[in-house]
């Protein structure tokens, strides 16, 4: 199957012209605004979910854990939620890592999370260290729109070592 059979399991036709496309979802819309919507909502609860215990997926760090945060996520939007995509993407004619290459990028992206004592840094080191590994975990594999404030919930998951020793301020 070529890279334009592949795009018919992402994309349907938009509300938004002839021509337009936006991703397929499990709610049947058509217009990217209300989809915008209702994933953010969708994916908020779900978030809350891994945040307070309520959902909880084996903290292994690796691959198969951060497609684990995408499936309980997107579960509620998008069949495919959860699965590496197998097109090669981009927005704003920046183009995302090419499909191919998602499991080792991601993989040495997890290693990099393990290989971070995050047990013995204090507040500076933690903000410091933090930022480049929810990048990298990210940003070249899909758009920054879908991953905002929910990459949190796997990059939160690596720090967790750091237990209660740290109270918010």
């Given at each position: 199957?070529?890279?334009?059979?592949?795009?018919d399991?992402?994309?349907?036709?938009?509300d938004?012209?002839?021509?337009a496309?936006m991703?397929?979802?499990?709610?049947?819309l058509?217009?990217?605004?209300a989809?915008?919507?209702?994933?953010y909502?969708?994916?908020t609860d779900r978030?809350?979910e891994?945040?307070?215990g309520?959902?909880?997926?084996?903290?292994?760090?690796d691959?198969?854990?951060l497609?684990?945060v995408?499936?309980?996520?997107?579960?509620?939007?998008?069949?495919w939620?959860?699965?590496?995509?197998d097109?090669?993407?981009?927005?704003g004619?920046?183009?995302?890592?090419d499909?191919?290459?998602?499991?080792?990028?991601?993989?040495?992206?997890c290693?990099?999370?393990?290989?971070t004592?995050?047990?013995s840094?204090?507040?500076g080191?933690f903000a410091?260290?933090?930022?480049?590994?929810s990048?990298?975990?990210t940003?070249?594999?899909?758009s920054?729109?879908?991953?905002?404030?929910?990459?949190?919930?796997f990059c939160s998951?690596a720090?967790a070592a750091?237990g209660?020793r740290w109270?918010s301020?």
């Amino acid at each position: 199957m070529g890279q334009e059979e592949n795009w018919d399991a992402y994309l349907w036709p938009s509300d938004d012209g002839p021509g337009a496309t936006m991703l397929r979802n499990k709610y049947g819309l058509h217009d990217r605004a209300a989809l915008t919507q209702r994933e953010y909502d969708e994916t908020t609860d779900r978030s809350l979910e891994l945040a307070t215990g309520q959902a909880q997926l084996p903290q292994t760090r690796d691959t198969a854990h951060l497609k684990a945060v995408h499936q309980h996520l997107f579960q509620d939007v998008y069949e495919w939620a959860g699965k590496y995509r197998d097109v090669n993407m981009e927005k704003g004619g920046r183009p995302f890592l090419d499909y191919r290459h998602l499991d080792e990028w991601l993989g040495q992206s997890c290693e990099q999370i393990r290989a971070t004592h995050w047990s013995s840094l204090d507040h500076g080191q933690f903000a410091a260290a933090t930022p480049p590994v929810s990048r990298r975990s990210t940003m070249p594999t899909h758009s920054g729109r879908a991953t905002g404030g929910r990459r949190g919930s796997f990059c939160s998951s690596a720090p967790a070592a750091v237990g209660s020793r740290w109270t918010s301020r």
